[in-house]
């Protein structure tokens, strides 16, 4: 979630010529204990080169926003509303025609909006470049987006639904709030039903001024629609008459926090296990099978919904960004995200690529290993409290006392591993997720993941992203977290 504020008349000092300003703080209310933190803002005081870094990173962000398919989108929707006139009744051309001019003001706000964004985290001058990743911008020199495949994401669009208001309406009981199963940070999900007998859940964006829901929506739509996996929520359509909808399958269990904190009935080992490798594999779907890299951002365990027969399917794409190939990563110039979920070099440099995503799904396998949330009611980390016994391998420490030592050892062993892996400071030393993926089934060779990632810590002095991490000890760690929480907390 995104949402661009201008400075305050009276910004404070925090002594590190970085300054607050305020803005409206909606609390996440998905899960309790989750600190939603999208609008404190931190201005830093930055010098020219800076500034003309941080403009290039500007255009970086436009680029990796969904926006410009979109308008591909509105383009070819234009063209099929043009054709369609001669084929068509004016009743039957009448809704997509609206959806036209609803999208164009979208497109004209969204424009509007990128202009406004305002830059947050520490100055970040030179992009440090990992081994690997520094080989492929060699061998790719930075292209423009291929045509061909741009026109290929577009066609995925006649697959989804524009709803009329009614027609959402009658779906949820004219927005009952007997129907609302969820409540995010900006939006409600209601539980409806089709004509045909389908089961939906309609989400109605609520917070925000225009612009910044239009931002929201466009951005969640703009990569749901592009995502197809049975680990990621299905789109059934949308809805932009009197208001903004999206409209997914629904899942009949909810999400995988309601079940491990709202729940009476414990979840059993099994089910933690499936899920554990069902969102491994959703995710390294996101990083490495898309056409363009997706980082989804907000990996938590409310946003893991669980269909039927408990296969997770990762959910809100609000903050998702696709990366070109030949990136290594991106800045963020907002602080944005879940507290208790956020790795190192987001809170220091405001880095964005998949190991930030790798670090968030370490936080949801201690989730499932421990019952216990990322953020505990007194605002304490579980990395803080897992990583000692991490260290020491305890598992019988870490296990959820609820489970009964009810688990298939093997199993719980190499989910331990995995989380001990994702969440280490160093995102370098993080694995990628197909390794994740490897090492939860166990597959011959997941060993050697593991030898590598051990032996990149060996290398450590050879790396200056490691020596930043080595330098950023937990206590580092902590004191960030609760100078973003205060400023957030603050306003
Ligand atoms: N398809 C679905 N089926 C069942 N429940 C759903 C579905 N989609 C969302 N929910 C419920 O609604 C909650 C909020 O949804 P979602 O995370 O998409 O909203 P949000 O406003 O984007 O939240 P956030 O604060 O994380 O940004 C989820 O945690 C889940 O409980």
Same mark, same amino acid.
């Given at each position: 979630m995104e949402a661009a504020l201008e400075p305050s008349a009276s910004p404070c000092e925090n002594g590190n010529g970085a300054s607050a300003v305020t803005g409206k703080l909606p609390v996440?209310?998905?899960?309790?204990?989750e600190d939603k933190i999208p609008v404190a803002v931190l201005y830093v005081s930055v010098s020219a080169q800076d500034l003309r870094s941080l403009d290039m990173e500007k255009e970086r962000v436009d680029d990796s926003s969904p926006r410009e398919v979109l308008e591909d989108c509105l383009r070819s929707l234009e063209s099929e509303t043009g054709s369609s006139k001669a084929s068509t009744s004016d009743s039957d051309s009448q809704p997509n025609r609206r959806a036209v001019s609803h999208w164009q003001e979208f497109v004209r706000l969204i424009k509007a909006r990128t202009i406004k964004r305002l830059y947050t985290f520490p100055p970040f001058v030179v992009p440090k470049l990992s081994k690997r990743k520094s080989r492929n911008t060699r061998a790719n020199p930075i292209s423009k987006p291929n045509p061909t495949e741009d026109a290929s994401f577009c066609s995925?669009?006649?697959?989804?639904k524009n709803f009329t208001l009614s027609e959402l309406q009658n779906a949820t009981n004219n927005f009952s709030?007997?129907?609302?199963?969820g409540k995010g940070g900006y939006a409600e999900v209601y539980k409806g039903r089709l004509k045909d007998g389908q089961f939906v859940a309609v989400k109605r964006l609520i917070q925000g001024t225009p612009e910044e829901t239009i931002g929201d929506f466009l951005s969640e739509l703009g990569i749901i629609v592009h995502v197809n996996h049975p680990n990621t929520a299905k789109l059934i359509g949308y809805g932009v008459e009197g208001g903004m909808y999206i409209v997914l399958q629904l899942s009949p269990h909810g999400s995988l926090a309601s079940l491990l904190y709202g729940s009476k009935e414990k979840l059993k080992w099994s089910i933690r296990y499936k899920i554990a490798l069902g969102t491994a594999k959703g995710l390294k779907y996101l990083h490495e099978n898309c056409q363009r890299r997706i980082i989804h951002? /907000?990996?938590k365990a409310s946003n893991i919904l669980l269909t039927e027969d408990f296969e997770p399917q990762i959910c809100d794409f609000g903050l998702a960004k696709w990366l070109p190939e030949q990136w290594t990563h991106h800045i963020i110039p907002k602080f944005e995200g879940t507290f208790g979920y956020l790795a190192p070099e987001y809170f220091m440099h405001g880095i964005v690529d998949e190991k930030t995503d790798v670090f968030a799904f370490g936080v949801l396998l201690l989730e499932l290993i421990t019952?216990?949330?990322? %953020? /505990?009611?007194?605002?304490?980390s579980l990395v803080m409290w897992a990583k000692p016994l991490l260290d020491k391998n305890d598992i019988r420490e870490l296990?959820?006392?609820? %489970?009964?030592?009810?688990?298939?050892p093997e199993q719980m062993n190499r989910v331990v591993l995995s989380a001990s892996l994702c969440v280490q400071n160093s995102s370098i030393l993080r694995p990628r997720m197909s390794q994740v993926v490897q090492i939860l089934r166990g597959d011959e060779g997941s060993l050697d993941c593991v030898k590598l990632c051990q032996n990149l810590g060996l290398q450590r002095t050879y790396s200056v992203e490691l020596f930043d991490a080595e330098e950023y000890n937990s206590t580092r760690y902590l004191s960030d977290l609760n100078r973003h929480k205060e400023i957030a907390l603050e306003f």
């Open positions: 996440g209310e998905g899960t309790p204990g995925i669009k006649s697959s989804w709030p007997g129907n609302i199963i951002r /907000d990996i019952g216990r949330q990322a %953020l /505990d009611n007194s605002k304490k296990a959820d006392p609820s %489970l009964d030592n009810a688990y298939d």
